[in-house]
């Protein structure tokens, strides 16, 4: 199976080509039609189908031990809680307090200040250091609506992976995922159907590239 790699192209599609038991983590934040004006365009309609679909796939390419980080909205988590557990044993939402309100807010309701990321495995995967379920990031800012902090993601990474094991995102949006496996020395897969976000990830990857000798 080839690794370091990332496909521009429909997640079903991508999916399909990689092997049986093959992932050791999938970390995402998958579309959950979040209002944003990037993401207007091609949102609609994805908001109850896109886990149904993806979720067996993910569940085929997961190792028997694998682990999976799934980001999630507080108004989706109910119907994704159910769907998830179908194929995968929960063991904690974990919260990522963003110590900020995240600018998503009305004069009707309480700030947003967090987000909650589903973590399950397949079977059982032993997490390799005690992790508080509550986690903050050190990053101060944002370049795109809904971009997660590297610093976050290598919190997920390195609490179910060791070094050269394989981490899958299907939904990589900007690459902070795939910056976070490079930086913690982790293989990766990732997947994108926006083409613009893909070719900012490939230069994102041979920036990386030239500060960081890849294993």
């Given at each position: ?76 988590m109910s119907e994704w809680l159910l769907r998830f557990e179908q194929y995968f044993k929960l063991h904690n939402i974990i ?121």
């Amino acid at each position: 199976m080839e690794k370091n790699i990332i496909y521009n192209e429909d997640c079903l599609n991508a999916l399909s080509k990689i092997p049986d038991n093959s992932i050791d983590c999938i970390v995402t934040d998958p579309p959950y039609g979040t209002k944003t004006t990037f993401r207007d365009g091609w949102m609609v309609g994805e908001r109850s189908n896109v886990m149904p679909l993806v979720l067996p796939e993910l569940f085929r390419v997961l190792k028997d031990d694998g682990a999976f980080y799934c980001f999630t909205s507080f108004s989706k988590m109910s119907e994704w809680l159910l769907r998830f557990e179908q194929y995968f044993k929960l063991h904690n939402i974990i919260i990522w307090d963003k110590q900020r309100h995240s600018g998503c807010y009305s004069s009707n309701a309480w700030q947003y200040t967090w987000e909650g990321i589903f973590f399950g495995t397949k079977n059982s995967r032993k997490v390799r250091e005690y992790m508080p379920d509550v986690i903050r990031s050190t990053q101060k800012g944002k370049k795109k609506a809904m971009e997660k902090p590297v610093d976050i993601l290598q919190q997920l990474i390195k609490a179910s992976t060791d070094k050269g094991m394989i981490v899958l995102d299907p939904f990589m949006g900007t690459g902070s995922t795939i910056e976070a496996c490079i930086t913690t020395e982790r293989n990766y897969i990732g997947i994108e159907i926006n083409k613009d976000f893909y070719k900012g990830v490939e230069n994102r990857i041979e920036m990386l590239k030239s500060q960081t000798k890849l294993f």
